[in-house]
């Protein structure tokens, strides 16, 4: 997600996205470790992604 994008949401709206965020992230960590997952930059991405939501909350 964009800054932009994150910026126009509510403090409620943010956390709830950070949540699908992290519990995404669980399940993609969990199947990388029993078989190689196809794309694990998304790891990455998901990982940059909920840094992003944290500093625009801070912001807030």
Known sequence: MK???LLAL?????EARYK???????R???????RPIDNPAR???LRTDMARI???LNQK
């Open 3 to 5: 800054v932009k994008e």
């Open 10 to 14: 509510s403090p409620e709206d943010l």
């Open 20 to 26: 699908e965020l992290a519990e995404e992230r669980f």
């Open 28 to 34: 993609l960590k969990f199947q990388h470790s029993i």
């Open 43 to 45: 790891l990455s991405a």
């Open 54 to 56: 944290k500093t625009v």
